[in-house]
């Protein structure tokens, strides 16, 4: 098995629980719980992974993403220790350890100002979360591997008052969409990237 994404969120802000109560098929998170993202491959190993984080913490699952090359579990608690017991449950099943996962890279950050109508309509139709409106500004994060998109969201949505519109956790890549105003929305891109920066782990080439 090979570990891929593995981040502890310390602290589910308000809007990215409820993006998480929207798309997860499991229990869904509360706010202020801590929160698991594990990515692995091949994705159908994440099966086992789960029974064993299960069986040993009180945490609840919202999410286990199956795909064939990837899988993705979503585990949280009120009790942080719990959580990161989890962490470490999975990753000693595995037989690897937390210092193995890929560190994130960043493939695309954009920000767009002033955002037309017609695009924020296009958003809005393709959106789980909240609404973007004209004049706002946009920002786009496109993060490998994808797994760490949930801490980049949950990370900016700490920093600054922004709209979650968005985010895709699981697959190839990871994406990130926010919207606001121009200058929170730059806040926001700069505690996400700082977020992803400070993960340590092996290169990711």
């Not at 692995?40 to 064993?52: F, M, S, V, Y």
């Not at 002033?114 to 973007?132: A, E, V, Y």
């Not at 994406?175 to 606001?180: I, M, S, Y």
């Amino acid at each position: 098995m090979d570990l891929r994404t593995l981040t502890v969120l310390d602290s589910l802000q308000p809007q990215v629980t409820g993006f998480l109560q929207t798309i997860c098929q499991g229990f869904m998170p509360m706010e202020n719980q801590a929160a698991l993202f594990l990515e692995i491959a091949p994705g159908i190993a994440i099966n086992q992974l789960t029974d064993r984080v299960l069986k040993a913490t009180s945490c609840q699952p919202g999410m286990q993403i199956v795909e064939r090359a990837y899988g993705l579990l979503e585990v949280h608690e009120y009790d942080q220790g719990q959580v990161r017991q989890a962490a470490e449950i999975a990753v000693a099943e595995m037989g690897v350890t937390i210092s193995e996962r890929l560190i994130p890279k960043i493939m695309s950050s954009q920000i767009i100002t002033g955002i037309d109508g017609k695009q924020s309509q296009l958003i809005n139709r393709m959106r789980h979360g909240d609404m973007i409106v004209a004049g706002e500004a946009l920002y786009i994060l496109e993060v490998h591997p994808a797994g760490y998109a949930a801490l980049a969201a949950n990370e900016a949505e700490k920093a600054a008052d922004v709209k979650i519109l968005e985010f895709m956790c699981f697959g190839a890549f990871g994406r990130v969409w926010l919207g606001g105003g121009e200058a929170e929305i730059h806040e926001a891109a700069r505690a996400a990237e700082a977020a992803l920066s400070e993960i340590t782990g092996r290169e990711n080439k």
